[in-house]
Structure formats: C-alpha cells, structure tokens
C-alpha cells in the first residue's frame, strides 16, 4: 500500500501510526486548511532569488526548475560572498562550492568541493537526472560538468581576493557568528501542483580548511524534502547541523505533528542543549515548509532571516531566535 493511502487510511479508522491524528486530519483534509499555492521561502534576504522562482511557479513550472533558477540567481551574484562566483575561498585561496537539489519524487542530487563553475546547483540536478549516483566530487564532479558543456570559470573575484589577502595577515582560524544578510541560499518552493522541491547551495565557511565539506551538499543536514509531510534546509556552522542531520529532523519533527516553527525551534533546541556545547560561538539557522504552505524559521542568534514569496508578495522577515 502506498504510504499516502496507508496514512489516510489509518487516520480514518483511528490507527495509530505514530502520527498524531491532527496531523494527518491536516493532510488528508487540504481544504480546511490548505494555503493558496504556490509558495517559495529561502534562507536570509535574496529576494531577487525568491522573485525569479515564484515568476516560474506562477507560470505554471515545477518547484523543481524553480528552486534551482532562484538558487542561480544568487550563484551569479558576485556581491554575494557566501555563494557560486565571488565566493569567498579557503585558506589557500580554493574556491570550492557545496550544492544539493532535492525533488517531489524524493531524488536528490549533490556536488562537493567543486572548483572553477559557478552554478554548482545545476550540476547537483544533472547529477541526480543524469548519473546513476547522488554524489559527485571534486575533480570528477567539474569533469563531469565539462562534458555537459560548462566552461571553466573563474571564480575568485578581485574582492574576495583581498578580503582572504588581508585574512592571511592574521591568518587566524575560528568560525564567526554569522549574522549578515546575505548567505549560504537554501530554498524550499511549493509548486501548484503541490508538490515540493527544494535546494541549498554555497560557497562554505569562508577560509575553511582545504578539502573541508558542510553540511549544505548532504542530503539530510543541510536539506531534507519528503513530499508528504514538507521541507527544511539549514544555513549556518555546517558542522553543527551534520551532527545533529539538521534538515532530516526538522521533516521527521513535522511528520510528527510540530508545526514548521517548532520543529525548526526543536532542532535548534538539539544543537544548543548538547554537552559542552559552545553556541555562543556559532550561527545555525532552519527553514522550512509543510504540506499545506505553512512556514517557519528559527536561529540560534539573532540577524538571521527568510524570505517569502507567496500571495504575489515578496518580503524578507526576521527570523526569531534563541540566544543574544
Ligand atoms: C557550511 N552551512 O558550509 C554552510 C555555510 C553557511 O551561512 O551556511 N553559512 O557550513
């Protein structure tokens, strides 16, 4: 049985699952509750990114092509330093780039420590429509964006060279609160059909280690979608959320009847509340979406944001949080 049918049908006669009833009440009876889609939220103010994708979902195009075009936006953007071109290197001066897709199907892709091509998000789809695997990395991941025709790019702008120049004089590695308004860009997006996709993609802490990976290419830590019940994806210390798997706590909070925002606030709650945690130190932050268009979004200072598209309007909100 499928596992839609099994929940509708389990709620119907009272069984339980392990699923409170209100919530599968919640899925089963969209039109008490259901939102006008489609919607499109995304980590931090990039409202050119949340415009482009809602454009698409309005016209009628997959939450697919929408999260990856929005992504886009921001991985052009060389003001952006946190993301594609102009991203803000490593400690040898490396940009490389972390990126993954998610879709309605549950079919993900992802691309690690990409060098030398911009739209990392792109090549984590082609990966997950074109290759047997879910993961690609480093020189076999740029090589296999070269055979789909990208071009070798250049992606360390004259700025970011500076800024890491001027890094290397102190050359003094300790991760930063994170608190600007331009980010790491993960985007959930409901499209109106229902379904959801979603995508994260970045540049990674910046001065990182040389062949240091976070959170935002791992499927689970940095983005989760499961159709039926919703989406979250993370910003912030990518360590702190692979140790927790962020992105898949937040869905499985909210199979479990938490709304968008508690399950966000829960899995912040998880991060701050281990022993010797050291959160005054570093910044995570969640979104996330459900089934029926509800959204939320939680950090553990404050400065972070989200930005929402729905209703034909495009607005940036700040986000609540746990701790000065
Ligand atoms: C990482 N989570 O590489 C990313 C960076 C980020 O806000 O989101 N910064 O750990």
Known sequence: MKRRGFIKKSSLLGVSVGIPSSFAL?????????????LVIATWDVKNATKKAWDLLESGSSSLDAVE???????????????GKGGLPDRDGNVTLDACIMNSNGDCGSVVYLKN??????????????????????????????????????????????????????????PIINIENHDTIGMLAIDKNGDISGGCTTSGLAY???????????????????????????????????????????????RNGYSPQKACEEAIRRIVSKKNSNYKDFQVGYIAINKIGESGSYSIHDGFSMTKYENNLNKTFKSNFYSD
Not at 26 to 38: A, R, T
Not at 237 to 246: S, Y
Request: aromatic letters at 6%.
């Open 69 to 83: 075009q929005g992504c886009m936006i921001e991985e052009a953007d060389v003001n952006n330093q946190s993301v």
């Open 117 to 174: 091509i911009t739209h990392a998000i792109s090549v984590a789809r082609k990966i997950m429509e074109e290759t047997p695997h879910v993961m690609l990395a480093g020189v076999g991941a740029e090589k296999f964006a070269y055979s789909l025709g990208y071009k070798k790019e250049k992606l360390l702008t004259d700025k970011s060279r500076l800024d890491w120049l001027d890094w290397k004089k102190k050359s003094e590695y300790k």
């Open 208 to 254: 990182k280690m040389s062949g240091r990976v976070g959170d935002s290419p791992i499927i689970g830590s940095g983005l989760f979608i499961d159709n039926e019940v919703g989406g979250a994806v993370a910003t912030g210390l990518g360590e702190e959320v692979v140790k927790t798997v962020g992105s898949f706590l937040v869905v499985e909070l909210m």
């Open 26 to 38: 919640e899925i089963n009876e969209p039109k008490v509750k259901l939102k006008k889609f489609p």
